[in-house]
Structure formats: C-alpha cells, structure tokens
C-alpha cells in the first residue's frame, strides 16, 4: 500500500521561503506523477502542483505559479515542493499523494505570519 510522508513545514513570516519534502513508499514511484495539495483552516483541500513521472512536465495552481517549485529525486522516491515569497494565504496543511492513490500522509502544518 502506497505511503507518504510530509515533512518540513514551519512558521515564516511572509516573503520567506521554505521546502518541503514527500517520502513515497509501497508502489513503483517512478511510474507515478506526484502531486502536492494544500488545506487551510474551513476550507476544502485543494490542488497546489503536480510533477510527471519523469519530472520534466509540471502544473500549478494559478495561486501558486511563479512562487513555488515541484521537483522530484527517483532514485530516492522523494518529491520537493520549493516555496519562495511566501503569503499568509499559503497557510495550511500540505500533503503529497501519487496521481491515482487515494491514500494521503498526515501532512505538514506550513503557516505564514508576521
């Protein structure tokens, strides 16, 4: 069973930057495009950005483009999300997950605040 694990979330203040990464276990993660979403508080979760298996082809919310980077490393199964310029509107919990699995890791509390 496919599993994943969040990690690097923290508190900045806005403008700053931080990274995060996705550890994927339990399927062949190469075959897989990765995706990232994000939910803040009393919202639903939504879409952030999506990498192809190959790491060439990426997609980002219109929230996001510009400001934040997905990449992925193969050989170690990890996914990347880079985040620079940060705002408040990017709080919330961020979770990684691959294109067709329903299952998601605990995610990473990521908060934006002078």
């Known amino acids: 069973q496919a599993q994943f694990v969040e990690s690097g979330g923290g508190l900045v203040q806005p403008g700053e930057s931080l990274r995060l990464s996705c550890t994927a276990s339990?399927?062949?993660?190469?075959?897989?495009?990765m995706l990232w979403y994000r939910q803040a508080p009393g919202k639903e979760r939504e879409f952030v950005a999506r990498?192809?298996?190959?790491?060439?082809?990426?997609n980002y919310a219109d929230s996001v483009q510009g400001r934040f980077i997905v990449t992925r490393d193969n050989a170690k199964q990890m996914m990347f999300l880079q985040m620079n310029n940060l705002k408040p509107e990017d709080t919330a919990v961020y979770y990684c997950?691959?294109?067709?699995?329903?299952?998601w890791g605990q995610g990473t509390q990521v908060t934006v605040s002078s």
């Open positions: 339990g399927f062949i993660f190469g075959a897989f495009a």
């Open positions: 997950r691959a294109d067709k699995s329903t299952t």
């Open positions: 990498i192809d298996p190959t790491g060439r082809r990426k």
